[in-house]
Nanobody, 119 residues
């Protein structure tokens, strides 16, 4: 069964850094775009950053210059490096990807990892 497993969340002070990881497993044939979303309490889930299978990245305006998305296709893993974190970055962060398993294409979500920015 195709799945995404995230790690790397936690509590950090304003101005600090965190690195999130998300690894796909389970019969993966090919992984297309990989993305990070976040959802704060009372808010809708929002796209934070996305990276194509060829490495083209796009970002939410409020994280440009602070967050960097990257991927290791040999490890089926996407990363989100978050620097100069602000309290408004506090949210549950979810990994999402379109993953091919044989002839089937799965729109797959991770379980989420909590990021809390607070002094």
């Amino acid at each position: 069964q195709v799945q995404l497993v995230e790690s790397g969340g936690g509590l950090v002070q304003p101005g600090g850094s965190l690195r999130l990881s998300c690894t796909a497993s389970g019969g993966v044939s090919r992984i297309y775009d990989m993305s990070w979303y976040r959802q704060a309490p009372g808010n809708q889930r929002a796209l934070v950053a996305t990276i194509t299978d060829s490495g083209t990245a796009n970002y939410l305006d409020s994280v440009k210059g602070r967050f960097t998305i990257s991927r290791d296709n040999t490890e089926n893993t996407v990363y989100l490096e978050m620097n100069n974190l602000k309290p408004e970055d506090t949210a549950i962060y979810y990994c999402n990807s379109q993953i091919r398993e044989g002839l089937r294409l799965h729109d797959t979500w991770g379980q989420g990892t909590q990021v809390t920015v607070s002094s």
